[in-house]
């Protein structure tokens, strides 16, 4: 049967709290919407969901109209004078993701065949669990109940309780959380809680079954150093002090949300990205529960921000506590950057295909919007422009991190983030074409080359080589903020010996390749064999 039409005035209204129950056995959810209207006021309020929606009730009753239309549930009828209005429905979840993503509801074999069972939404998606303002900037609370096989181990955000076999509870009712990483539910019928960490900077406990690779391959000290690192520069663990880290049959490395992260089952057999990958994608989970969801998006084209502050300082660490890794981090981020093929901040019409998108800026979105101008602004500035930008809980951009470097550096960084993190097509990423000569003194000259003869703020390291091991000389050169020219010089006093190569960028701090057509670039450094 068709619901009636519905019709009236749209009613201003904001979600303050979703309280999800989910069936793990059958797909079976209900939510309840939890809106600020203004009280008495008749209207209408409208959600994205699925059409199989059903049962939606206005503040407990039948609503006095609502219908689908456009992957849209609008129900209307009049606001309490007193209390809150609730919005109630009913849905069963198919076991189905979203194409080349995990996020929906799915159920995946371990390597033993017991399954992992996963409810993970995300960006602008949540509306497949039930009406829900999928605005990524959108902070609320949120309780789940859930219902559970006897024995299944089940995690969901917030505090957790277990009421008895078959049913557990969570309620995030502290700091607010967005929705693209709140919806989440996991369970595994094996899983083994192991408490990891237990300091005052937070306890972190492992749920993995019996022969995990994970457990053997977490450096529980080097967790509890890295938090004890991050509570100091930007306070205590926004969702309380226990964080439950899971294993599971994931596509994606890890995926954050409040007070629970998941982790790939295999982590320690994948190779060819960090130096540890376990640990380095445990460390960059544990910064999202600051950076990207306390604070969170202003918009879906303000991912890159997320991912960078993420890495950055999970690399961060790495360069003071962790020896090598951090190198070996630099050239991973470098060699993605090579071939990125999107800006930070594509202004291609059409837009390019968000999953393309987002997959594109692991390398960029680190180097471009942080190291760079680490090496411009000084690594104390840059992490006080991000203790600022992640004070507070709230909604962030892009623009709202650019304007916090500026804050503490007192430096303008418009120009830099105008040829860096804007554009069109392909980026044109510069090229460095050294030039020297030795007379009295060693005279360098560095050219940026690109196609389009943009020319980039930025500072070029240079490793200058003589033929003995020992002749060799590290200098950098500064275009600054606002360069003139696409060239650069240097004098270089003290070198003694015949300069035979200069290898550009050799510690893979600097997005730079060689664009079709100009002079060959010698391979980096770290990239022989």
Known sequence: M????????????????????????????????????EAGARGCVSFPARAEVMDARWGGVPPESFRMADGRLEVCGVAPVEGPLWLDSRLRVPEATVPYTQVGFSRRLDAQGRPFTYLLGWLESCDLFGPCDTAPGRLAHFTFDITHASGEVVLCPGSLSRRDETHTRCELLGTRAPTYSAFMVASHPAWERTRLVDTNAGRVDLYEPPGGLLGPAIDAGAVAEFLEWMTARFGPLPY???????????DWL???????????????????????????TLMHEVVHQWAGDRTTLASAEDYPWKE?????????????????????????????????????????????PFLSFINDIYGTGPMILLVQL?????????????????????????EDLRRALEATSGKSLQRYFDTWVDGEGEPDWPY?????????????TVTQR?????????????????????ARRRVTVSY?????????????????????????????????????GQVREPAPQAWRL
């Not at 309380?240 to 994931?250: D, F, H, I």
């Open 2 to 37: 068709e619901p009636p039409d519905a019709g009236g005035a749209p009613l201003a209204s904001r979600v303050e709290r979703y309280d999800f129950a989910f069936d793990l056995t059958t797909g079976e959810a209900s939510s309840r919407l939890w809106l600020d209207v």
């Open 240 to 250: 309380g002090p226990e964080l439950r880290v899971a294993s599971g049959r994931t």
């Open 254 to 280: 890890g995926m954050e949300h409040p007070a629970n992260i998941v982790l790939r089952d295999d982590l320690p057999g994948i190779g060819g990205v960090y130096a540890n990958v376990t640990l380095h």
């Open 308 to 352: 960078a502050v993420a890495e950055y300082l999970t690399y961060v660490f790495e360069d003071e506590h962790r020896g090598d890794d951090a190198a070996v981090t630099l050239a991973y981020w470098d060699r993605l950057a090579r071939t990125a093929s999107y800006h930070l901040r594509p202004r291609d019409t059409p837009a390019p």
């Open 374 to 398: 680490e090496s411009l602004l000084g690594r104390p500035q840059v992490l006080a422009g991000l203790q600022t930008f992640l004070a507070e809980p709230g909604v962030r951009s892009i």
């Open 432 to 444: 460095f074409q050294v030039e020297w000569s030795q007379e009295d003194a060693l005279t360098l």
């Open 450 to 470: 690109t196609v389009t003869g943009k020319v980039y703020p930025c500072e070029v390291e240079l490793d200058l080589q003589g033929d003995a091991p020992e």
């Open 480 to 516: 600054g903020l606002e360069p003139e020219s696409a060239t650069a010089r240097l004098t270089v006093t003290g070198v003694d010996w015949a300069v035979r190569q200069v290898a550009v960028d050799p510690r893979n701090r600097l997005v730079n390749r060689r664009s079709l």
